[in-house]
């Protein structure tokens, strides 16, 4: 049975949309001061239904469901691709989409709360009638988005009629989420001996893990052996010399599930709306850069020599972006990359 609650919020919804029909359901979720999880299960048995199905099975679905727009995001970035997803591989709790260059994700199944299948209307243009736009969503048990799949193909493939034929009125449950609370430094005196002990860059989660850290604190703790703070404008900095030298970066863009990677060269930074943005043939970043609050640069040691990235933090401390030069596993780090850094370093001593 429908609620009074769910009544106002399909309410304020649509006239939301009537006003402005390609609004983001996270803006009108912030209007409304609820989660987007919370928005999209108010729709539930108009135009949205639950998928009963479990992560790893939901995950399965997504290398058949054609050509897409692939979304993920950050508190303050929000990364945006079109292709194919690759096939799937991993295991119970994480499942890999492999495919640097298009569609590269790390999916964190355990933050995997509730998945849907959406459909929005989508108004007419000049090039195309009215029409339906079908999402398969994520979001975590706090109602925040996982991850986005937007299907782009027309007619739509079978297995989007597979799913649709599956979805269910189920009604999930969220809790509300907690500020991160701000902590005294810990100490951690074996941190700089074990960080440069490290030979592969995927050691370092279970380096934080050892050590009870946040990722930002183990930059803090770290800051002039293996990290050193850089003003904020660096990033878009780094983001426009990388441009202009062709210079291929990888972009990391996390959710609480799932790790979004564009790997590539970039076009030239774009303001608008207060954003900075990377318009792409087959990608867009859109970055609300003047809300972050710490920009780092960390270096970790490997068997090659050793790699390093630029980390963009928000004021909670969550990771908002990560950059690292392109790299094929095996091969040093690109000399171009560590000439940027260098440069920068330069700039700032100056400064």
């Not at 106002?8 to 912030?30: S, Y």
């Not at 048990?141 to 649709?164: D, I, S, T, Y």
Request: proline share 7%; glycine share 6%.
């Amino acid at each position: 049975m429908i609620t009074s609650q769910q009544i106002a919020i399909i309410e304020a919804f649509d006239a939301a949309r009537a006003a402005q029909p390609r609004l983001p359901a996270i803006e009108i979720a912030e209007r409304l001061s609820i989660s987007e999880g919370e928005l999209q299960a108010a729709r539930l048995g108009r135009d949205v239904w639950t998928l009963p199905l479990s992560p790893s099975d939901i995950a399965a679905y997504l290398p058949q469901l054609g050509r897409v727009k692939a979304l993920t995001r950050s508190r303050l970035a929000v990364l945006e691709q079109t292709g194919d997803y690759p096939e799937l591989s991993g295991g119970p709790q994480t499942g890999l989409l492999l495919d640097p260059g298009g569609l590269d994700l790390r999916l964190l199944y355990t933050s995997w709360h509730w998945a849907c299948l959406i459909r929005d209307s989508m108004p007419a243009t000049s090039t195309q009638e009215a029409q339906w736009r079908w999402s398969l969503q994520i979001f975590n048990q706090h109602g925040c988005a996982v991850h986005k799949c937007f299907a782009l193909e027309n007619p739509l493939p079978r297995p989007w009629g597979a799913l649709a034929a599956l979805g269910t009125r189920d009604t999930p449950a969220f809790t509300q989420s907690m500020p991160r609370l701000k902590r005294p430094l810990p100490e951690a005196p074996t941190l700089a001996s074990e960080w440069g002990a490290m030979r592969d860059v995927h050691q370092f989660f279970a380096l934080l893990q050892r050590h009870h850290l946040e990722r930002i604190e183990a930059n803090q703790l770290m800051e002039g052996r293996y990290t050193q703070t850089l003003p904020v404008n660096a990033l878009e900095t780094v983001l426009q010399h990388a441009s202009l030298r062709a210079l291929p970066l990888m972009l990391f863009v996390a959710s609480p599930g799932c790790v979004q990677i564009h790997t590539g060269t970039l076009p030239t930074p774009q303001r608008a709306h207060g954003w900075l943005n990377l318009f792409g043939e087959q990608f867009t970043l859109h970055l609300d850069d003047t809300a972050i609050d710490q920009v780092w640069q960390v270096s970790k040691p490997n068997r090659d020599g050793g790699v390093t990235s630029i980390e963009a933090f928000d004021a909670e401390g969550s990771l908002v972006l990560q950059l690292y030069a392109e790299r094929q596993e095996g091969r040093v780090e690109r000399r171009e990359w560590r000439q940027l850094l260098d440069e920068l370093g330069s700039q700032e001593a100056v400064a």
